[in-house]
């Protein structure tokens, strides 16, 4: 299934445009029509590589690529899409700044784009503008180290302890067996790092036992929060949980989990004792 990421379809109805309204996944397109088709990838929320569904003569393509950094995917090609969205982020992990680009080949697209942050922002704040480019010369000037004794590369910490986690997760989820994750392309060459890697989301897309009708309600009643499946055109008895909290929020979140099979089996008095922020 090709989820959908939720603020798409929000922002569709929110603009009520004229010209355009959204038309769900992209797989049950009429094929024979031209398309605004929007390519997540990796896709939000289940982390999968993909490409577009339906691109014909008069449609337009384009690539939301906020999560395409080597911490998250294996980077196996150099991208030249005609219109690629990035995000500061989910690169990194600066959210607050709100600051986003975009890389557009067609002048005239990339001025309409311009004129609509004009009109709906009234501009971009300069002074977060220079903060993220400060911080994106920063990782790249680490870049350029990487490799040596002296390097500190931005990236290679993150997939450090993005992989670190993954494999926590996996372990907890193989011992309780109540919730099941997507399988990802294993042993993928990354030219960023020269190397053969792995994929390791940001975020986990987690399925409950068939049982188990709503998997967000399950969890939210062991004091963890999730995004419910529903928010990305799927059932209830998935879940999105993100990967990339603060390290003690990641450690509670894995805490809380490992006690859902005991809280089933009927220890209440694990279940009375836990406590602390949601994650």
Not at 16 to 23: E, I, P, T, V
Not at 71 to 96: D, R, V, W
Not at 247 to 269: A, C, M, P, T, Y
Request: some cysteine; glycine content about 8%.
């Amino acid at each position: 299934m090709n989820y959908q990421m939720q603020a798409y379809p929000e922002i569709a109805d929110l603009v009520r445009s004229g010209l355009y309204k959204w038309a769900g996944d992209a797989r049950q397109f009429d094929k024979d029509e031209p398309y605004i088709e929007l390519v997540t990838s990796p896709n939000n929320p289940n982390g999968v590589i993909q490409g577009s569904v339906v691109n014909r003569d008069g449609g337009i393509l384009v690539h939301d690529l906020a999560y395409y950094w080597p911490q998250y995917t294996p980077i196996t090609s150099s991208l030249e899409f005609n219109i690629m969205l990035f995000t500061a982020s989910k690169c990194t992990g600066h959210a607050g700044s709100r600051i986003g680009w975009a890389l557009v080949k067609d002048k005239e697209v990339a001025k309409r784009m311009i004129k609509f942050m004009e009109v709906t922002t009234i501009g971009v704040s300069k002074e977060s503008q220079l903060r993220v480019a400060n911080i994106l010369q920063f990782i790249a000037d680490g870049c350029k180290q990487f490799g040596s004794p002296q390097g500190d590369n931005f990236f290679e910490f993150g997939q450090s302890l993005m992989k670190k986690r993954w494999q926590i997760l996996r372990e907890i989820l193989k011992e309780n067996q109540m919730f099941t994750i997507p399988k990802y392309p294993l042993d993928q060459h990354c030219n960023f790092f020269g190397d053969i890697t792995n994929a390791h989301p940001a975020f986990a897309w987690m399925k409950c036992k068939e049982e188990i009708e709503d998997c967000e309600k399950l969890l939210r009643g062991h004091q963890i929060l999730a995004r419910s499946g529903r928010r990305f055109g799927s059932d209830p008895g998935f879940v999105r949980v993100s990967m990339v909290g603060r390290e003690d929020e990641f450690n509670l979140f894995i805490d809380r989990l490992s006690k859902i099979q005991s809280f089933n089996n009927g220890d209440e008095k694990d279940k009375a004792n836990a406590s602390g922020n949601l994650v």
